[in-house]
């Protein structure tokens, strides 16, 4: 009986542990590598109100097919990104390239 009891209040804790966790939610953007500038500007505004939500950012530039030629200017368009979002959240981890994705992380700025 006594181990019963034991198990039932570990659970409990375990429980009240989980409950207190917070939850880091990820937002993905996605760019292309030749993204226009009324694009950016909506995507940008959308990354703005993720950061301000609390959530993670995850943008990141897809190269399709030949494209990967541009990595130049997509590293461009997320270190811009990133300049102009530095008063809502700092960034993580600088653009990196994946594959056919170059991927950067933008964590929001407690208040």
């Known amino acids: 009986m006594d181990y019963k009891k ?4 570990q659970k409990k804790r375990e429980k009240a542990i989980k409950a207190k966790a ?4 990820v937002k993905e ?4 590598p030749q993204t ?4 950016y500007e909506f995507k940008k505004k959308h990354a703005m109100k993720f950061l301000q939500d ?3 950012l995850k943008a ?5 097919g030949r494209s990967i ?3 130049d200017q997509g590293q461009i368009l997320l270190l811009k990104l990133a300049q102009e979002l530095e008063e809502y959240g700092k960034v993580e981890q600088m653009p990196k390239l994946e594959g056919k994705r170059m991927i950067m992380f933008i964590a929001p ?3």
């Open 6 to 9: 034991f198990l039932y209040e």
């Open 22 to 25: 917070s939850k880091v939610t």
């Open 29 to 32: 953007i996605r760019f292309g």
């Open 36 to 39: 226009d500038e009324h694009d």
């Open 54 to 56: 609390g959530a993670k």
């Open 60 to 64: 990141y530039v897809f190269f399709k």
């Open 69 to 71: 030629i541009y990595k």
């Open 109 to 111: 700025k407690k208040k």
